[in-house]
């Protein structure tokens, strides 16, 4: 029930998405929220909530306060949790979502594309959905994090038309 429930929270919630911060509520939600992780409450309603209703600025704020208080970022501190709790993975990767997106979507590139056989699916969807939005910051990234640029690790991946879409996607000239 609490996998639904963050996940309908942050599809049907309404999300100010100025960039507007209160930093008093930062660090009030910073306190809750490492009370909540201390505790191993990952799935509070509090917790669900902040995250499904506040704006990016104003969560990039609480977990940048998070780190300032307890000298760890967010994500650390969820690292701690039980590897198979899947809702704890759903809360990192949402956390991940909003903070750093760019980072998401690099660990799902490589999982699609280093694995055998390429995970088409999850490839063509990052590709497409994200190439007028940071497709250029997610390359950048896949490059700094795994020492190869993402249009490469892709023509070693693919082949034909699939491989020149993709590269046409990326904004690669030499397809």
Same mark, same amino acid.
């Given at each position: 029930m609490c996998l639904l429930? &963050? &996940?309908? @929270? &942050?599809? *049907? @919630?309404?999300?100010?998405?100025?960039?507007?911060?209160?930093m008093t509520l930062a660090k009030q939600e910073a306190k809750l929220i490492h009370e909540k992780i201390k505790d191993k409450h990952y799935n509070d309603?509090? %917790? +669900?909530?902040? &995250? *499904?209703?506040r704006s990016k600025a104003q969560i990039? /704020? $609480? %977990?940048?306060?998070?780190?300032?208080?307890h000298g760890e970022e967010i994500l650390k501190s969820l690292e701690e949790g039980d590897e198979d709790d899947k809702f704890l993975g759903l809360l990192r990767s949402t956390i991940q979502c909003l903070t750093r997106p760019e980072l998401y979507f690099v660990d799902v590139l490589?999982? /699609? +594309?280093?694995?055998?056989? $390429?995970?088409?699916g999850a490839l063509t969807r990052i590709v497409t959905t994200r /190439?007028? +939005?940071d497709l250029k910051v997610i390359g950048q990234e896949y490059q700094r994090r795994n020492s190869i640029p993402l249009e490469k690790a892709i023509t070693k991946d693919t082949r034909g038309d699939y491989e020149k879409m993709l590269i046409a996607l990326l904004g690669e000239d030499d397809a």
């Open positions: 429930q &963050l &996940l309908v @929270s &942050l599809v *049907s @919630s309404y999300r100010y998405e100025g960039e507007e911060v209160n309603e509090d %917790f +669900i909530r902040i &995250l *499904s209703t990039n /704020a $609480t %977990f940048n306060r998070y780190q300032d208080n490589r999982s /699609a +594309i280093n694995k055998t056989g $390429t995970d088409e /190439a007028e +939005i």
